[in-house]
Structure formats: C-alpha cells, structure tokens
C-alpha cells in the first residue's frame, strides 16, 4: 500500500466521531457491522467506523489483493520469500484430491489418526503390554500452543489418556508432568518441526532417560510429529512412530497438521476430523465471501486499523469461557511472530505500527484484575471479547450470568458513564468486538482457529510485511548457546558483552548452589 493511501486511511480515521454518536445517526450499523459466517456470530458495531471508513477498509483490502493472494498462497506459490518456502497450512485441511500438497498431508493425517485411535482403543500398547494412559507432547511455540489450547478448548470430548503438555526448558515442567505418570503407560509425542529445538530436545532427552530406566524398548513409547524425520529416526523414533508434516507448514499454522496428534488421542481421529472440516469451512467463505460479509477480511482490517492507523499498542482477547483460556497465548504466537516485524517485503522500512501486543485472560476473572484499566486508564485498548452462544457447563444459569458480563463490559467500554465526580466517570468511545461461537465444538473452535490465522495473514498483507517468517527469535537462540557453553564450561567469557558481568556473576555462584 503506497504512502498516499495509507494516509488518507489514518485521516478518515481521525474524522469518525464518538461511538455514542455513530449509533445515534445509524442505529442500523449493528446489522451492516455484524458477519455470521461458519457457526461465529461476530459484532463489529462498536469499533470506531463509519460506513466511508467502512468502505476505505474494504477497499484498502482490494488494493492489496487479499483475494489474488490467497489464490496464489493456495497454489503454493513462494510465499515465504525470505525462507524461499510455499505457505501451505490450508491444504491440510483440503480435499486429499485438491492439489499434491493436500495429498500428501491427508496420507499423514491419516497415519496420525490411525495411531491415535489405536492407543485410545488399546490396540496398540507399550513395550510391557500396557495400555497407554499418559500422552505427554514435547515441544515448544508452534508445537505446543495450538494443540494445547485446543486440547484445553475441547477438554468436553476428551474420553481416550490423559494429555499433559511439557514446553519449558525449566525443569519444573517435566516434573509436574511425569508426576502420577508411570513409564510403562506413558507415551511421549516429539513434537519438533525442526527437531533440533533446544528446549525440546532436551526435555526429550530427560524423557527418554526417565523411560529407559523402567522399559528397555523405550522406542515403543515415543512417538515424532516433524518435519525433519531423518533427524527423528536417528534419535531413535521407530519409522512407523514418525508423523511428518512439511517444510512448507509454518510452525505457528501447524495445528491441522500431524501437530495435531495429542489432541487426536484425547479427542479421538472423528472428532479431529470435525475440527479440520470447520476449519476448511472457514478456508472456503475467506476465498469467496464478499468483502463486507468476509469475517477474517473484518476482522483483519479491524485489527490492522486499530494497531498501524490508530497506533494502538495493544489488544486485549478475553474468551468467555473457561475452556478458551490458553487462546490468547496461543494467538500471541500466530500474531506476534507472524507480524511484529518492521521490514517490508520490498526491503523497506514498514509504514504505520505492525503486530500489536495481544494479551488476555479468561473473563470473568480479568474483570476483577486488570478491566480497572480497560475502563479508565490512559491508554486505549482494543477488546476483543470471545465466547459461545450455547453453555458449557451444567449451569445454564451460570452461562447467561457470563453473556450478561460480555454485554455489561462492552456497553461500558463504548458508551462510558457522565459523573460529576471525576473518579466515578467513564470516557467510554473504547472499540471492542465480540465473537460468539454458536458452541465450544470441534467444528466450530476450527472454525474461529482458521479465522485467526487468515485474519493475521491478511493483516500482514495490509502492512506490507511477509507473516511467515521469524527471523527475530534467531540472535537469541544463537546466543544461548554460546552462554550455555560458557556456563557448562565454567569458563569466563572475556568477550566485553553487555552481559558479561552477569554471566561470570551466574559462574562462580553456581559453584557453591547443590546441583541435581
Ligand atoms: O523459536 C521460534 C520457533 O521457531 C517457532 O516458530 C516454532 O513454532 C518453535 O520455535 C518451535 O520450533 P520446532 O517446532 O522446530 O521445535
């Protein structure tokens, strides 16, 4: 998007009047605001938009070519220039005999789920005999936040082992996990794209050795999901234990694959299968709704008009409902690592902000902790509220008590309260958006997961950037394993780093710490 229209964009918004205002002249912005597409009921009317900034969005996103763009992402063009790789996530989840990149997947979905549906019916058991209780997934970013948020998300149909997820280098994880888990019915899942993850390969490792000491075919109880299976296999993951996906699936986009499988053995191959179809729904209506009935069009522009027009720096996703909680760390990977860059693809500085800070908590718990702020504070901040028509839980009334906060909180934030007394007076005017799944299943949590990705991927279209990439998480790996070194070799690095003190400080104290 060249400068000029980049700037007339900013100017309207600065010309769109309170939102108090905008729904005194058109009470009728909820209907041409609001999208249900794919089980979500999304309301977008109290966002600061009038129906010609409206129009300057929807435009904005054909100037940019979000429609060609997809098509070119779907026929594996080289879309990850800096990485020289295709983006494939949505042929995951595409018919087996849409293009050769579906079918390649669907041949390892399959082997995933069959696996999966084997140690949830004990057919398939550990070295001594045992059926499987414990499925513990290792891995980190990519390979843990998308299947544990979900496993989380849909801990209702859970009926196979017990799912535990391990991510930290910080032993404390691994402990807490292999608590209560006893080897001969644990089965661990090496969830590495890469397969070389510090942190993975060292929980791995430890894994491994806690195996070894009880089972001497520890090999029966691992299993790979990588797309680097000469590096699995020469760890010592038996060939028919390897689940592949691709070079071509970004980390952060990987949930629909073989990624995938710790949510397969809590859930079952079926339901995993739910959760593909709502998420290859949601592929179909971005690649053919029309602009104003596009959800992940509108929720893109939102987001990118809130974070790169308005410079707000952050954006608050508080799912309404428990079940949802690990959704904002798991969005904070998909967006932030897809788009909190500052180069464009043509080399150049980006205009306007790019990934905003995405943080949240399950309400109502963050109404008694930080919305304090969210009403009053100085800085505004976008919300995001998500949550589901039909109730979770055995207490109907319970879910309407949790509708009515999503209502009060959103009221509030946008048509504020006039006081004499200062203190007790609310601006109001703060944007927020409400997504409402018509119920927390695997259709629909596919659904609203596909939506996120194509809303991130097209807001890095609007900022100019590529979305696929990361080469910011990469000084700080190369780093650690020079300090690693240098602490496991006792030596004092005379390097005049800015962390040398530090660094000799941690040296010479450990020498007096207890080690384990
Ligand atoms: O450090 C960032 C990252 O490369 C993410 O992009 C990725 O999801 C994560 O590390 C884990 O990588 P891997 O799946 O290769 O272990």
Redesign the pocket.
């Given at each position: 998007m060249d400068a000029e229209v980049f700037q007339s964009l900013k100017n309207l918004t600065t010309s769109v009047t309170s939102l108090s205002e905008l729904f005194q002249k058109d009470p009728s912005r909820s209907q041409w605001l609001t999208v249900d597409a794919c089980g979500i009921h999304a309301d977008f009317s109290r966002q600061r938009i009038d129906s010609s900034l409206f129009e300057a969005l929807l435009h904005s996103a054909e100037v940019v070519d979000v429609r060609g763009s997809f098509g070119k992402l779907i026929s594996g063009e080289i879309m990850n220039a800096t990485e020289g790789r295709s983006v494939g996530h949505m042929a995951l989840r595409a018919p087996a005999n849409s293009s050769p990149l579906a079918q390649q997947a669907s041949g390892q979905l399959e082997r995933a789920k069959l696996l999966a549906d084997g140690i949830r019916s004990g057919a398939i058991v550990g070295a001594t005999g045992k059926k499987i209780e414990t499925v513990i997934n290792i891995?980190?970013?990519?390979?843990d936040l998308g299947p544990a948020m979900a496993a989380r998300a849909l801990r209702r149909f859970a009926n196979g082992p017990v799912v535990k997820f391990v991510s930290n280098i910080d032993a404390a994880d691994l402990d807490e996990a292999l608590h209560g888990a006893h080897p001969e019915t644990t089965l661990f899942v090496i969830?590495?794209?890469?397969?070389?993850?510090l942190e993975?390969m060292h929980n791995a490792e430890r894994a491994r050795r806690w195996t070894q000491a009880s089972v001497s075919e520890w090999a029966s109880h691992f299993v790979a999901a990588t797309s680097h299976a000469e590096a699995a296999l020469s760890w010592g993951i038996q060939k028919d234990r390897c689940l592949e996906f691709f070079d071509w699936v970004?980390?952060?986009f990987?949930l629909s694959s073989v990624i995938g499988f710790p949510v397969m053995c809590s859930i079952g191959g079926d339901q995993f299968s739910e959760f593909l179809a709502g998420m290859s729904e949601m592929d179909h209506h971005v690649v053919t709704a029309p602009g104003n009935v596009n959800l992940p069009v509108i929720h893109a522009l939102i987001w990118w008009m809130n974070s790169a027009l308005h410079s707000f720096p952050t954006v608050a996703v508080i799912p309404y409902s428990h079940d949802l909680s690990r959704l904002p760390a798991y969005l904070q990977?998909l967006v932030m690592?897809s788009n909190g860059k500052s180069v464009g693809v043509d080399g150049r500085t980006v205009l306007g902000g790019t990934s905003p800070v995405v943080w949240g908590e399950a309400g109502t718990n963050g109404q008694h902790a930080f919305f304090q702020m969210l009403h009053q504070g100085t800085q505004v901040v976008p919300v995001e509220f998500v949550t589901t028509a039909a109730s979770l839980g055995t207490d109907d009334e319970a879910h309407d008590l949790l509708f009515a906060n999503v209502i009060a909180q959103s009221e509030a934030l946008a048509a504020g309260r006039a006081h004499n007394e200062l203190h007790k007076s609310f601006e109001g005017n703060r944007p927020s958006s409400v997504l409402v799944l018509d119920e927390l299943s695997p259709r629909c949590l596919g659904s609203l997961i596909a939506m996120y990705e194509h809303s991130a991927t097209i807001q890095g279209w609007l900022m100019g950037i590529n979305s696929f990439d990361?080469w910011g998480?990469e000084l700080g790996?190369v780093l650690a394993v020079d300090a690693a070194s240098a602490i496991a070799g006792g030596s004092l690095v005379d390097k005049k780093t800015m962390t040398h003190p530090l660094l000799n400080w941690y040296v010479s104290i450990r020498k007096k710490l207890p080690r384990n």
């Open positions: 891995g980190i970013g990519g390979s969830s590495s794209k890469t397969f070389t993850t993975t970004g980390g952060r990987s990977q690592e990361q998480v790996k």
